[in-house]
């Protein structure tokens, strides 16, 4: 496993942990994300470098996700910077989480009690696809592997981003012997001296702690790259279309449906 991606693994319990459930921190994540963008987009619980334009997939009548194929070096994507808005979920989190997450897991922590807490992503990025480009990429499949039973669906656009902010109320300190002994523990404006040891130069070169005004500490994870958090799939049709001199041609369609499975759970929940 990669750096950044074992450093979002921590942080993505912290986003599911820092609410009242897993299934909660994902709804409410997911919803603070699709918030901010048009109907149809998909935002994920942690980001990941898999999900691009042109990577296709279809969903069996089972509901069970299952890869077609990668499309994207034939999609022609483009990538440009978004304004610096930041979506962010509010809860809480344990010192003993907290720990963890700064890499300081064999730190022994007192009490149980719960701490306000934020996360926000930031330094965005948005991918996009034209559609003249995306039905061309889609011709390039061969209409046999596509199965009636099946919905098949390509990714359009994306949105990434590049950093990940947990925000920690500063009396968390009290649970590990108050802020003197915590600024021992902890390198302000660095990696904690317990990550540095633990992970060697993953956390320094990545995680960095710092107090705020206002009675905060912040976590900033950076990551090596931009990575997806949320992405528009768009539904598609593929056939052959038996042709006069030239033979059989290839019929891509796009559709005005997209897979947006967040918001289906979240409407049968109402």
């Known amino acids: 496993m990669s750096n950044h991606g074992g450093s979002w693994t921590i942080f993505a319990g912290a986003l599911a942990a820092a609410l009242t459930s897993t299934a909660q921190a994902q709804a409410d994540v997911a919803k603070a994300l699709q918030e901010t963008l ?3 987009w998909e935002c994920l619980q942690g980001p990941n470098d898999l999900d691009h334009p042109g990577r296709a997939f279809y969903i069996d009548r089972r509901g069970v996700r299952y890869e077609l194929a990668d499309l994207n070096n034939a999609i022609h994507a483009e990538t440009g910077d978004l304004s610096s808005v930041v979506v962010s979920t509010t809860g809480d989190v344990s010192a003993g989480l907290f720990a ?4 300081m897991g064999s730190v022994s922590v007192s009490g149980s009690k719960s701490y306000a ?6 330094q965005r990025q948005e991918v996009r696809t034209n559609e003249a480009n995306a039905r061309a990429a889609l011709r390039t499949l061969d209409p046999t592997l596509l199965d009636v039973e099946n919905t098949y669906y390509v990714i359009r656009n994306t949105q990434l981003a590049q950093q990940m902010r947990l925000t920690v109320d500063k009396s968390i300190a009290g649970a590990f012997g108050g802020e003197v002994q915590f600024d021992k523990l902890v390198k302000i404006g660095g ?3 317990a990550a540095r040891a633990a ?3 993953q956390a320094s070169q990545n995680t960095i702690i710092s107090a705020q005004e206002g009675g ?12 997806t958090v949320c992405f528009l799939a768009q539904k598609f049709t ?5 042709g006069g001199v030239g033979g059989n041609v290839k019929d891509a369609q796009l559709l005005d449906e997209y897979w947006n499975p967040s918001a289906e759970k979240v409407r049968k929940r109402r």
């Open 117 to 122: 807490t934020k996360v926000s992503l930031s």
């Open 191 to 193: 990696a904690t001296k």
């Open 199 to 201: 992970n060697g130069s």
């Open 238 to 242: 593929l056939r052959s279309i038996t």
């Open 100 to 103: 963890k997450i700064i890499g």
């Open 38 to 40: 048009p109907k149809g």
């Open 216 to 227: 905060n500490y912040t976590i900033d994870q950076i990551f090596p790259k931009p990575m």
